[in-house]
């Protein structure tokens, strides 16, 4: 099988290679085309995997293009990871944002509505290229904002683009470890919300939800990464466990805060370190992989640190720094490409799964993955609290995507102001017009 690998400089692809090179079985991919815009960052890259692949008989043959046609033609799979304005463009986000004293995180908030702004463009021709030059692909899109990208594709491509992201894996993870479950995979995870909004409501092991056992147990609940950031008085009163993102909603004055007062922003940091490792890796003495392993061990335990130092949450736990995206992409191409049965929680049109949504509403929701694709499990109603949460988003989702395709200021002015956490009409002009000043990309915008 081909896999097209769209960000193929990506700093993060060496994961999804080097899930491949463990998987021997027949159905296989065999050969992977990195597509990048950036030749110096596909040669870096490369060279990573081929370090990966030295001592690997029968490694799946890479080869690097900046041709998108090309690259497209003749896929099986396509797995989409691409950043609209690279990092630079992440931390000019999350600086005109804090600048009006909201939150600028990638995905959150204004931030993730001027990253959507950016990327929806992008991403819908290259789903228009999909459809037209491998139609019977299936597209793995993890391009954030990973829900409003994977919708807009959608529109062009159906059910063959599916959304996936780490967040929940990690969080059933977590909970199944503190709950001391022997084999987490056979855990059933009841999930819903929005890709970086939803609550875990249950985790049934063998037909029996173990997780009421959990939020009876405030020690066991302040035992691991949620616990800690958000507290065990709070998950009691939700009755459930939050995605790690939802304490930009539920904490945001003190995020903001942090995320002002920190001596870098996340996006900024990433920028100088991923600066370093591409320019390191360019030394012919030094070891490619070697450098990779170091400067992603340095971003994963970083992750969220200013979240986790509001909460006075510490340090990440070691077993919460091995990733684990590439495990859900390996795990649903295996299951289309075998029709190997499974359950993952992915990114999916609603069609109906969750009633207070439309169908083809792009939601996180457990899925049974088969030759067919991923189909959404129905799901109980969300309670109160999280179904506005959740139809307030979706709508700015929405308005995203009409001034994607419209190009209409009025509409951009909308989706920022529409937010639960930008709290003005006047900020979000200002935003407008902050992010239309620094973005080439949202000229689009009248």
Same mark, same amino acid.
């Given at each position: 099988?081909?896999?097209?690998?769209?960000?193929?400089?990506?700093?993060?692809?060496?994961?999804?290679?080097?899930?491949?090179?463990?998987?021997?079985?027949?159905?296989?991919?065999?050969?992977?085309?990195?597509?990048?815009?950036?030749?110096?960052?596909?040669?870096?890259?490369?060279?990573?995997?081929?370090?990966?692949?030295?001592?690997?008989?029968?490694?799946?043959?890479?080869?690097?293009?900046?041709?998108?046609?090309?690259?497209?033609?003749?896929?099986?799979?396509?797995?989409?990871?691409?950043?609209?304005?690279?990092?630079?463009?992440?931390?000019?986000?999350?600086?005109?944002?804090?600048?009006?004293?909201?939150?600028?995180?990638?995905?959150?908030?204004?931030?993730?509505?001027?990253?959507?702004?950016?990327?929806?463009?992008?991403?819908?021709?290259?789903?228009?290229?999909?459809?037209?030059?491998?139609?019977?692909?299936?597209?793995?899109?993890?391009?954030?904002?990973?829900?409003?990208?994977?919708?807009?594709?959608?529109?062009?491509?159906?059910?063959?683009?599916?959304?996936?992201?780490?967040?929940?894996?990690?969080?059933?993870?977590?909970?199944?470890?503190?709950?001391?479950?022997?084999?987490?995979?056979?855990?059933?995870?009841?999930?819903?919300?929005?890709?970086?909004?939803?609550?875990?409501?249950?985790? #049934?092991?063998?037909? !029996? &939800? $173990?997780?009421?056992? @959990?939020?009876?147990?405030?020690?066991?609940? %302040? +035992?691991?990464?949620?616990?800690?950031?958000?507290?065990?008085?709070?998950?009691?009163?939700?009755?459930?466990?939050?995605?790690?993102?939802?304490?930009?909603?539920?904490?945001?004055?003190?995020?903001?805060?942090?995320?002002?007062?920190?001596?870098?922003?996340?996006?900024?940091?990433?920028?100088?370190?991923?600066?370093?490792?591409?320019?390191?890796?360019?030394?012919?003495?030094?070891?490619?992989?070697?450098?990779?392993?170091?400067?992603?061990?340095?971003?994963?335990?970083?992750?969220?640190?200013?979240?986790?130092?509001?909460?006075?949450?510490?340090?990440?736990?070691?077993?919460?720094?091995?990733?684990?995206?590439?495990?859900?992409?390996?795990?649903?191409? #295996?299951?289309?490409? !075998? &029709? $190997?049965?499974?359950? @993952?929680?992915?990114?999916?049109?609603?069609? %109906? +799964?969750?009633?207070?949504?439309?169908?083809?509403?792009?939601?996180?929701?457990?899925?049974?993955?088969?030759?067919?694709?991923?189909?959404?499990?129905?799901?109980?109603?969300?309670?109160?609290?999280?179904?506005?949460?959740?139809?307030?988003?979706?709508?700015?989702?929405?308005?995203?995507?009409?001034?994607?395709?419209?190009?209409?200021?009025?509409?951009?002015?909308?989706?920022?102001?529409?937010?639960?956490?930008?709290?003005?009409?006047?900020?979000?002009?200002?935003?407008?017009?902050?992010?239309?000043?620094?973005?080439?990309?949202?000229?689009?915008?009248?």
């Amino acid at each position: 099988m081909k896999l097209t690998i769209l960000g193929g400089g990506g700093f993060r692809v060496p994961l999804v290679y080097g899930a491949l090179l463990g998987d021997r079985a027949d159905g296989r991919v065999t050969r992977v085309v990195l597509h990048d815009l950036d030749a110096e960052r596909l040669s870096a890259v490369t060279r990573v995997l081929a370090e990966q692949a030295a001592d690997v008989p029968d490694a799946p043959e890479v080869t690097a293009t900046t041709d998108l046609d090309d690259a497209l033609r003749g896929a099986d799979f396509v797995f989409s990871a691409i950043r609209v304005g690279g990092l630079q463009g992440r931390a000019d986000d999350e600086r005109v944002a804090l600048a009006e004293g909201v939150l600028g995180q990638e995905t959150v908030g204004a931030g993730g509505i001027a990253y959507g702004l950016r990327t929806v463009p992008v991403a819908v021709d290259i789903a228009r290229r999909v459809a037209r030059l491998a139609p019977d692909a299936w597209v793995i899109n993890f391009t954030n904002p990973a829900g409003m990208v994977t919708e807009a594709m959608s529109r062009h491509l159906g059910d063959r683009v599916i959304g996936i992201c780490d967040s929940p894996v990690g969080l059933g993870r977590r909970i199944a470890r503190v709950l001391g479950v022997a084999n987490p995979s056979e855990a059933f995870i009841d999930y819903v919300g929005l890709n970086h909004l939803g609550w875990v409501r249950g985790l #049934r092991v063998a037909g !029996r &939800d $173990e997780l009421p056992r @959990l939020l009876a147990d405030p020690a066991l609940l %302040g +035992s691991f990464e949620e616990g800690k950031l958000f507290g065990p008085d709070w998950l009691q009163s939700l009755g459930a466990i939050p995605n790690e993102y939802l304490h930009y909603y539920y904490f945001n004055r003190e995020a903001v805060r942090a995320y002002r007062e920190a001596e870098r922003t996340r996006g900024a940091f990433l920028r100088d370190q991923q600066a370093r490792f591409y320019e390191d890796v360019k030394n012919p003495a030094a070891s490619a992989l070697r450098t990779w392993d170091r400067t992603r061990a340095e971003r994963e335990a970083t992750y969220m640190a200013e979240n986790r130092q509001t909460a006075g949450a510490g340090e990440r736990d070691a077993d919460d720094l091995s990733g684990g995206y590439e495990k859900v992409a390996l795990a649903l191409m #295996r299951a289309i490409a !075998r &029709d $190997e049965r499974t359950t @993952l929680i992915l990114n999916v049109r609603n069609r %109906g +799964s969750l009633s207070v949504l439309d169908a083809d509403a792009v939601i996180e929701v457990p899925c049974l993955v088969d030759a067919n694709g991923a189909h959404p499990v129905a799901v109980d109603p969300l309670p109160g609290h999280a179904t506005g949460l959740v139809c307030a988003v979706k709508a700015v989702e929405r308005e995203v995507l009409a001034a994607a395709e419209s190009g209409s200021r009025a509409t951009a002015v909308k989706a920022f102001a529409f937010h639960p956490l930008v709290d003005s009409v006047n900020v979000a002009r200002r935003l407008v017009d902050g992010y239309t000043s620094v973005h080439p990309g949202l000229a689009y915008l009248g």
